[in-house]
């Protein structure tokens, strides 16, 4: 026995000292390969044109907290937000101990946290437990509304076979993390009993079920056991974060800044050109005419270049949940428009142009564009400009902002509306109405 006790020991020195060198270098290849994605992601918000937004910063701030922070608008549909609440509170909080594994990764140590919080330590850990246990729980029910009982709005035209199998490999993913975990706790709790370099910290409610199927287990396997899931989580975590960056699930961050940045204007609210507003302005003798012809630039957008950089960085917030779309009557009547795809489709474009520009190609030279590439004349002639995808949207998403700019460029630069369409522009123009009557008709219907 001391013989076991002095090759555990020693083991155990070599093996963290070892860990300490593995660990930096993993955490600074990952922070490279995270910090090259966050570059990339930003420089491709910033194809959008320019845009200020600094007013009603405390109405912003309430906004980001009650609907990214608070998940306010989930809970219009109970069961997935209550699902979805498990795994973001899970999230928020198990990733507490994430930080202690980075410290005792960097310096060697093992829970280093629990001399200093005492028995708080105990019940912190089991509260990651019970957390732990929710996520799983609200993942395997996820996965089985996913693929057992094919929830429609999950499998409409636009879930191609890498959007569902996205979803899945987080879910899979989370589960198989929170699985290491409750392992790693097990496997440490029969091993403080064996060695005083694993701290005591008191029976563990859930983990305390999987030691009995480690006990027996000779002490240098069941130190490799709690060194292999302790690796694997963390591993996996930082895994985790740079593949959501190629994930529908970066809206983990992005619903923070997309929040805090959304309309705050009544959702009837059309935005005006500006250039539009002050010529006709002008001609009406309510403003002075410009002293010098200013460049119009383009009317409306046919890439993304043409929107605003709070549109492009709404792509990437999309959660691909699908409300949206359920929610659009033009999509309920069978036409091709789906506010979901529209998002899905500019961070697309987004992408292919950010990954031509990085590799020196031609960028937003290369034949494509935003409009008739990716997204068709149909699609956008079917809104209804209702505002449904708006007030469906969880992190506050604007799809209309973005098929308005590009219908106003299907009718002021290429004249492509459809035929009734056209003839409604020329009656406004000339009658002020979308009839053919005179101003001064218009009323003639009430003179009997």
Not at 392 to 400: D, G, H, M, R
């Amino acid at each position: 026995m001391p013989c076991l006790k002095i090759a555990s020991e020693f083991l155990l020195l070599n093996m963290a000292i070892l860990q300490q060198i593995l660990f930096i270098l993993t955490l600074g290849i990952a922070g490279y390969f995270i910090r090259q994605r966050v570059l990339r992601i930003r420089n491709n918000i910033r194809l959008g044109k320019n845009k200020e937004i600094n007013d009603h910063k405390n109405e912003r701030l309430s906004n980001m907290l009650l609907v990214a922070f608070g998940q306010k608008k989930m809970f219009k549909r109970i069961v997935p937000a209550s699902l979805h609440f498990l795994i973001y509170i899970g999230f928020l909080v198990i990733n507490l101990e994430v930080l202690e594994f980075v410290i005792d990764g960097i310096f060697g140590t093992h829970r280093i946290f629990a001399p200093y919080l005492g028995s708080f330590y105990h019940l912190l850990m089991n509260v990651f437990e019970f957390l732990a246990i929710g996520v799983l729980i609200a993942c395997l029910s996820f996965l089985i509304r996913r693929n057992v009982l094919k929830v429609a709005r999950f499998r409409s035209t636009e879930m191609t076979a890498w959007p569902r199998l996205d979803a899945n490999l987080i879910l899979i993913t989370e589960i198989i993390l929170m699985c290491a975990i409750l392992t790693m706790n097990a496997s440490d709790q029969i091993l403080q009993t064996q060695s005083e370099h694993y701290i005591k910290t008191g029976s563990l409610f859930f983990s305390s079920f999987l030691a009995p199927a480690l006990q027996g287990i000779g002490t240098p396997t069941l130190i490799i056991i709690e060194r292999f899931c302790w690796w694997f989580h963390i591993i996996g975590i930082l895994g985790f974060t740079i593949y959501i960056t190629y994930s529908k699930h970066l809206h983990i961050f992005m619903a923070f800044p997309n929040t805090y940045y959304s309309k705050l204007e009544a959702k009837g609210h059309i935005n005006n050109m500006p250039v539009v507003t002050n010529e006709v302005k002008s001609m009406l003798g309510l403003a002075p005419a410009p002293t010098a012809a200013a460049e119009p630039g383009r009317f409306g957008a046919k890439d993304i270049n043409d929107l605003s950089w709070n549109n492009l960085m709404a792509a990437y917030s999309c959660t691909e949940c699908g409300r949206c779309t359920s929610e659009c009557p033009a999509n309920l009547t069978g036409k091709k428009l789906s506010p979901r795809k529209i998002m899905m489709d500019t961070r697309d474009r987004m992408e292919e142009v950010g990954k031509s520009l990085q590799a020196g190609g031609k960028g937003f030279e290369d034949g494509k564009s935003l409009l008739n590439d990716y997204i068709t004349k149909e699609e956008i002639n079917a809104c209804t400009s209702c505002n449904a995808c708006v007030e469906a949207c969880p992190v506050l998403i604007n799809p209309l902002e973005i098929i308005l700019e590009l219908r106003r460029y299907v009718a002021m630069e290429e004249s492509g509306s459809p035929a009734q369409w056209n003839s409604m522009f020329q009656n406004i123009e000339t009658s002020f109405a979308p009839w053919k009557f005179a101003p001064s008709d218009r009323f003639n219907w009430a003179k009997d």
